[in-house]
C-alpha cells in the first residue's frame, strides 16, 4: 500500500495539484491519504479531502482518508513527532510513504521534512511553480514548463 502525506497549508489547489502530479507524472498512486493541518485550518483541509478523493477515484483508488490536526503551540516538535509516528506506522505495515510539502506554510514544512529523512520516508515531494499565477488551476492547465516536480528523497537533494 502507498500512504501519502500531505501538509495542508491555505492553498486548496497546491494539495490537489501536487497529488495530481505524484499520480500522473511519477507513478505515485497512494491508497492513503493523511492530512495534517494546524486547528484553524482543519476545516479548509477537510475541503480538500473531497476533491483529493474524486482525484484517486478517477483512477480507479477508493482512498483511505485520516485528517489529525497539530497544535500550533510548541509545533516544530509536535509536527515533528507526528510525522515520525506516521512513518513508523506506516513502515511497520510494509507501506510506502510519501511526505508533500508542497501546500505548507514553511513553520509546517521544514519540521515535516527533516523527520521526513530522519525517519525514512520513501519520498519528499514538491511541486514547483515557476509563476503562482497559474497557482488556482488544475494541473493539466498549468504549463509544463512552469512547473518543476522534485522528490528530494529520489533526487538526492535530500
Excluded at 491508497?31 to 493541518?37: A, D, F, K, S, Y
Excluded at 485520516?66 to 516538535?77: A, G, H, L, M, N
Excluded at 507526528?82 to 514544512?109: F, H, M
Excluded at 515557476?130 to 535530500?158: S, T
Aim: glycine content about 6%; hydrophobic content about 40%.
Amino acid at each position: 500500500m502507498r500512504t501519502y502525506i500531505l501538509l495542508c497549508g491555505r492553498h486548496n489547489w497546491a494539495l490537489v495539484n501536487s497529488l495530481w502530479a505524484s499520480i500522473e507524472d511519477h507513478g505515485f498512486l497512494p491508497e492513503r491519504l493523511i492530512l495534517l493541518c494546524h486547528a484553524r485550518l482543519k476545516e479548509d483541509a477537510e475541503d480538500c479531502c473531497g476533491p483529493a478523493q474524486e482525484l484517486l477515484r478517477s483512477y480507479g483508488v477508493e482512498p483511505e482518508v485520516s485528517v489529525y490536526v497539530v497544535p500550533e503551540t510548541d509545533f516544530i516538535t509536535r509536527v515533528a513527532e507526528k510525522v515520525a509516528n506516521i512513518i513508523a506506522e506506516e513502515k511497520g505495515k510494509g507501506n510506502e510513504v510519501a511526505l508533500d510539502i508542497t501546500p505548507a506554510r514553511k513553520a509546517l514544512a521544514m519540521p515535516a521534512y527533516t523527520s521526513a529523512l530522519k525517519h525514512g520516508a520513501d519520498h519528499v515531494f514538491y511541486l514547483f511553480l515557476r509563476d503562482l499565477r497559474h497557482a488556482n488551476r488544475p494541473y493539466p492547465m498549468i504549463p509544463y514548463f512552469l512547473h518543476d516536480w522534485k522528490d528530494f528523497v529520489r533526487e538526492g537533494d535530500g
